[in-house]
């Protein structure tokens, strides 16, 4: 079987998990990620900006935290190339992006030093960090810069979307360091 037909088959079946579990599970992944954000926010002084993604059909929507005091999130915008940048999420309108999806396109696009954490939508992950998405490597293309790839980027999934065994992987695929879902925030020793 050729890797782009296990990557099609491995999101059919995924996207059907997610969709089953995901109204079940979402206020406990919310509670999960606000632990998480909230032991983050103890720890540092300065500025905490993190990047979230606003939230498509059946992703968990963090949305919510954008009122959580002495924190700033960041959204996503995706251009036609399929490059991401990360914009301050501020009160400004949104502006939908070449996908089609809604981002601070009025803030200028922040530098990965102003960025903290990066919370990202899966449809499943792999114990190594294998991270299946929607097929557009938009995340990819971004975290194969050093300084984005330095940035501790988890993936949001519940808990039927870790796979057990290894995830198709494609060479430009680069793993993330764990995930959060309704039970733990789980980091990948590397």
């Not at 079940?24 to 999960?32: A, G, R, S, V």
């Amino acid at each position: 079987m050729n890797l782009s037909k296990e990557k099609k088959e491995a999101r059919i079946l995924f996207s059907k998990k997610r969709k089953e579990y995901i109204f079940l599970e979402e206020k406990l992944i919310i509670f999960q990620v606000k632990n998480l954000i909230a032991s983050l926010l103890k720890k540092h002084d300065s500025e905490n900006i993190i990047g979230i993604y606003w939230p498509l059909k059946y992703e968990v929507d963090l949305r919510s935290l954008k009122d959580l005091p002495g924190l700033s999130l960041a959204l996503p915008a995706s251009n036609q190339k399929g490059e991401i940048t990360y914009h301050r999420w501020t009160n400004k309108p949104l502006i939908k992006d070449a996908y089609g999806i809604l981002s601070p396109l009025d803030e200028p696009a922040l530098h990965p030093n102003q960025i903290r954490l990066l919370i990202v939508p899966a449809l499943a992950i792999d114990h190594n960090g294998t991270r299946l998405g929607y097929g557009g490597g938009c995340f990819d293309r971004l975290r194969s810069k050093a300084k984005w790839k330095s940035i501790e980027a988890l993936v949001i999934v519940p808990s039927v979307c870790i796979s057990s065994s290894f995830l198709p992987k494609d060479k430009w695929d680069i793993p993330f360091d764990g995930w959060i879902n309704e039970k733990e925030v789980f980091k990948i020793h590397k």
